[in-house]
């Protein structure tokens, strides 16, 4: 008996090694399941001759800018990591890095509009009911609607919105992912006027105008793509709200009033009032907010302001060119005026002016401006500068 006790303690203590020796390897096991089936995913969603074509591309050279186009109205032009988007009254014309002409297709469009992500470019149709998403020079699907597009947002991952018109309701949205597949969908009783997809998380935000009592009412949402209903409201009153955007500070919503930064939980944590100046133009997104004051009609000049995103603190300078658009890339801004554009650091100190003459679209990447004349897109960088 005294030898079986002495060999049990050793006993159990190989059984715990054991033991713990199962669990290390099935958590290895476990660990690269997942990620095999991510790899997979991957795999799936890559078009290895697609890429295969661009390696040989880049290696070979190609016949780089400018790029021919034709068309006579209608011009857009959008840049994604790798391809150059521009679509005419009539086609679709689409580039590889190198300046070869990968995709000309036609299309129906009346009112074509071109909205550029990392991965994904969507194709749409304003007040039409025909939306086209493409990865690189390959369409991915057509989608098309029962009423008419109103409003189209995509965030970093290429979730998409598509806000469309209704019989029953003001506003139908529906939510895709990367996948092209709905993953939630709603009715508004209210006219949808803005929307932004955060980038963490499954949730939005969007703005509504409404009626109450005889006056425009308008009134911040907050969905989770988990639930099906509205998680939380804000009513901001009879000021329209024009942009929201999810910030690292919260939810920004700007009207031609002012800009409100509400907390996810709903609690206002600031706001800024534009007094007297009128709301000329906006550029809205997560990195930065710029906003252009003042009645250029009237004054021939005009403030630009860079926007904080706490709201506390700002920079600015006096413009006296009349904005025609104002354009974001990072956190550098681009003012397109009929002068030309011009670009501006953080603390609205102009980093470059380029001359842009006979533009007809403005593309920013990376800070390379590419602009599309009446037969080619020019490539500009801050060597071309003046």
């Known amino acids: 008996m005294a030898n079986i006790t002495e060999i049990d303690p050793l006993v159990r203590k190989r059984k715990r090694r054991q033991f713990w020796r199962r669990v290390i390897v099935a958590v290895v096991l476990v660990a690269l399941l997942v990620g095999l089936f991510f790899l997979i995913e991957h795999i799936r969603q890559v078009d290895l ?27 857009q032009l959008a840049v994604s990591d790798s391809y150059y988007y521009f679509v005419n009254e009539s086609d679709l014309l689409i580039f590889d890095r190198v300046g070869n002409r990968v995709l000309e297709e036609r299309h129906d469009l009346f009112r074509p509009v ?170 809205d997104t997560r990195e930065l907010l710029v906003v252009a004051l003042g009645d250029y009609e009237k004054t021939e000049s005009y403030r630009l302001e860079r926007i904080e995103p706490d709201l506390s603190a700002s920079a600015s300078v006096t413009m006296t060119e009349e904005p025609r658009k104002l354009l974001a890339d990072g956190p550098d801004i681009y003012l397109y005026s009929y002068e030309g554009l011009t670009a501006f650091d953080e603390s609205m100190n102009v980093l470059h002016r380029w001359d842009v003459s006979g533009a007809r679209a403005i593309a920013v990447k990376r800070g390379s401006v590419y602009y599309a004349n009446r037969d080619q897109i020019l490539c500009l960088t801050d060597k071309d500068a003046s």
């Open 114 to 283: 071109l909205l550029a992500g990392d991965r994904q470019v969507l194709l749409y149709d304003d007040n039409g009911k025909a939306l086209e998403v493409f990865a690189g020079k390959k369409k991915l699907a057509t989608l098309t609607f029962d009423h008419a597009i109103t409003l189209v947002d995509m965030n970093e991952k290429n979730l998409f919105a598509v806000i469309t018109a209704d019989d029953l309701y003001s506003s139908h949205g529906i939510v895709y992912n990367v996948s092209l597949k709905p993953i939630f969908e709603w009715f508004s009783e209210e006219r949808i006027m803005a929307l932004s997809l955060a980038e963490k998380g499954s949730k939005m935000v969007t703005s509504t105008l409404g009626i109450q009592g005889g006056s425009f009412v308008s009134t911040l949402h907050q969905y989770q793509f988990s639930s099906d209903r509205v998680i939380r409201e804000n009513i901001i009153g009879d000021q329209m709200i024009l942009s929201v955007c999810y910030t690292d500070e919260g939810i920004r919503a700007v009207s031609s009033e002012g800009i409100l930064l509400y907390s996810e939980e709903g609690d206002l944590i600031a706001s800024k009032d534009f007094g007297n100046e009128a709301l000329a133009s906006l550029v």
């Open 49 to 75: 001759r697609e890429k295969f074509s661009e390696y040989w591309n880049e290696a070979f050279g190609g016949p780089g800018f400018p790029l021919p186009i034709y068309g006579s109205s209608g011009y």
